[in-house]
């Protein structure tokens, strides 16, 4: 496949999506190799970044979404009457700073760092799909682990974690590892047959 051919092809599969579509996807789809997939996707993304189109094609970890440009929003706004999505309050903002840097995190290494209850926070953060359920910490209690989404990238305008400006990360210290290895067992409830 030609490149205008495959960008052409890219572009409408992007915009049908209205969603990120993995790199893997699109090579498996257009039957070439993913290294093409990219060249063709960013070329694109270039010549509409260059021409001031009203779309952008972004690139997110390890997929592409065709978007609107930022500097239709207030047109896009106007039109479709939409309202602005609710700011984060700085209690939001330092939640999800600490997922975004540690994560995978539980709630209880967020609270730890800011040092106050952070139930709310992360409450607000996964209704606004800034984080995610990421499975449970194999650990007595089973917490919950949250990672950052798609949806994170997109807001703050990354394509990747790699992006985040570097930071003095917390030091939380060693584990405690009981001396008694079968301290670390977690019991099963007993079946009651009835």
Excluded: C, H
């Excluded at 094609?57 to 479709?80: F, H, N, P």
């Excluded at 997922?99 to 967020?110: F, N, R, W």
């Excluded at 570097?166 to 590892?177: A, H, M, R, S, T």
Aim: net charge negative; glycine share 6%.
């Amino acid at each position: 496949m030609e490149q205008i051919d495959l960008q052409r092809a890219i572009e409408a599969v992007l915009f049908a999506a209205g969603e990120p579509v993995d790199i893997a996807r699109l090579s498996m789809t257009f039957e070439v190799d993913e290294a093409d997939v990219i060249a063709a996707a960013d070329a694109l993304a270039d010549e509409f970044a260059f021409n001031r189109r009203g779309v952008r094609i972004l690139r997110l970890d390890k997929g592409y979404q065709m978007v609107s440009s930022g500097e239709m929003a207030d047109y896009i706004t106007k039109a479709l009457e939409t309202r602005k999505p609710p700011k984060l309050s700085s209690s939001q903002l330092e939640a999800l700073t600490i997922i975004a840097y540690y994560q995978p995190a539980t709630k209880a290494m967020v609270e730890q760092i800011r040092g106050v209850d952070s139930s709310y926070s992360i409450s607000a953060l996964l209704n606004k799909s800034l984080i995610e359920d990421a499975g449970r910490l194999n650990v007595p209690g089973r917490p919950i682990l949250y990672w950052t989404t798609p949806d994170f990238l997109r807001t703050f305008g990354l394509s990747s974690l790699e992006e985040l400006p570097e930071i003095d990360k917390v030091d939380l210290g060693e584990p405690v590892i009981p001396e008694d290895p079968d301290q670390m067992k977690i019991e099963e409830p007993a079946n009651a047959e009835g």
